[in-house]
């Protein structure tokens, strides 16, 4: 069994920076490619960016390119995500998800085997 914990959301202005951290139990963390997603108010779970198991390769949403970066540390169980000058559209439930696939997989079908409980990221104009 795999259990993912989110933390790090918050209240930030327009233009700051928030930091997510995805703490990951089960020795099998390696063998999982790790996952951000999305939910806002009344919308679809949104893909927003994912890592492969070794954290060579990685894919993103257009929307979060060049402002958003994931990484893992595979020591740590960790998976992180960098978000720098938020715009108050990323306002969401932020969730990790763990999947027996590749990142970009990930991306395309939207596919987890394991979720967190959400973190809530709220950006203010």
């Known amino acids: 069994q795999v259990q993912l914990v989110e933390s790090g959301g918050g209240l930030v202005q327009a233009g700051g920076s928030l930091r997510l951290s995805c703490a990951v139990s089960?020795?099998?963390?390696?063998?999982?490619?790790m996952g951000w997603f999305r939910q806002a108010p009344g919308k679809e779970r949104e893909f927003v960016a994912a890592?492969?198991?070794?954290?060579?390769?990685?894919y993103y949403v257009d929307s979060v390119k060049g402002r958003f970066t994931i990484s893992r540390d595979n020591a740590k169980n960790t998976v992180y995500l960098q978000m720098n000058s938020l715009k108050p559209e990323d306002t969401a439930v932020y969730y990790c998800?763990?999947?027996?696939?590749?990142?970009?997989?990930?991306?395309?079908?939207?596919?987890?085997?394991?979720w967190g409980q959400g973190t809530q990221v709220t950006v203010s104009s």
């Open positions: 089960g020795r099998t963390f390696r063998s999982y490619a």
């Open positions: 890592i492969n198991w070794i954290g060579t390769t990685t």
């Open positions: 998800a763990a999947g027996l696939t590749t990142a970009q997989g990930m991306g395309i079908t939207g596919r987890g085997d394991y």
